[in-house]
């Protein structure tokens, strides 16, 4: 199974800072990799897939990056609602896996 | 606008079994794999299993499998996961989830229910 590991797992900032999130996958993913951001009560959100194609319709801030196995989640300048858990997910092989979560939260 | 409603949660017993159902709109169902993945209580999503559009291909989690059983009614547009064997560590919410796949790395869940609470407890 491949294991998928982000970092940190929590992280403390400030509005209009940028911050970046790691996913390192056990073993190479090429680019099947999607993050997701989840709030609490709410069904996750998808972000990015392919490793860093932006779905519609979510902010450019968000930027994802990476192949293989180590992968970026980058937001350009926080805003107040990207306080959220954040997940990255392999779609490579079966059994799809998920990391373990950042949890973003405001400083 | 898709829609995806989970129903059947519930509280049951250890060894019980219960059976979700995911009412789905808004597309054309029968032309999409689709997932179902639980997040226990503050903890983290956990995929569990996926179908393929036609019904022929399942894939189970370890956790799932030889418990667990996902099928589609493509005339209903509703997909089921009945669940056997129940456990404490099956309690979560359930979500169910559009699977969008193709060849390529564009691979991902879009659209996502709200979610059915099972409670496993005595």
């Known amino acids: 199974d491949i294991q998928l590991t982000q970092s940190p797992s929590f992280l403390s900032a400030s509005v209009g800072d940028r911050v970046t999130i790691t996913c390192r996958a056990s073993q190479g993913i090429s680019s099947y990799l999607v993050w997701y951001q989840q709030k609490p009560g709410k069904a996750p959100k998808l972000l990015i897939y392919g490793a860093s194609t932006l779905q519609s319709g979510v902010p450019s801030r968000f930027s994802g990056s990476g192949s293989g196995t180590e992968f970026t989640l980058t937001i350009s300048s926080l805003q107040p609602e990207d306080f959220a858990t954040y997940y990255c997910?392999?779609?490579?092989?079966?059994?799809?896996?998920f990391g373990q979560g950042t949890r973003l939260e405001i400083k | 606008e898709v829609q995806l409603l989970e129903s059947g949660g519930g509280l049951v017993q250890p060894g019980g079994s219960l059976r979700l159902s995911c009412a789905a709109s808004g597309f054309t169902f029968r032309n999409y794999p689709m997932s179902w993945v639980r997040q226990a209580p503050g903890k983290g999503l956990e995929w569990v299993s996926v179908?393929?559009?036609?019904?022929?291909?399942?894939y189970y989690a370890d956790s799932a499998k030889g418990r667990f059983t996902v099928s589609r009614d493509n005339s209903k547009n509703t997909l089921f996961l009945q669940m056997n064997s129940l456990r404490a560590e099956d309690t979560a919410v359930y979500y169910c989830a559009t699977y969008y796949w193709t060849s390529g790395s564009s691979r991902f869940f879009d659209y996502w229910g709200q979610g059915t609470l099972v409670t496993v407890s005595s």
């Open positions: 997910q392999q779609l490579n092989s079966y059994p799809i896996t």
């Open positions: 179908i393929n559009d036609n019904g022929e291909n399942t």
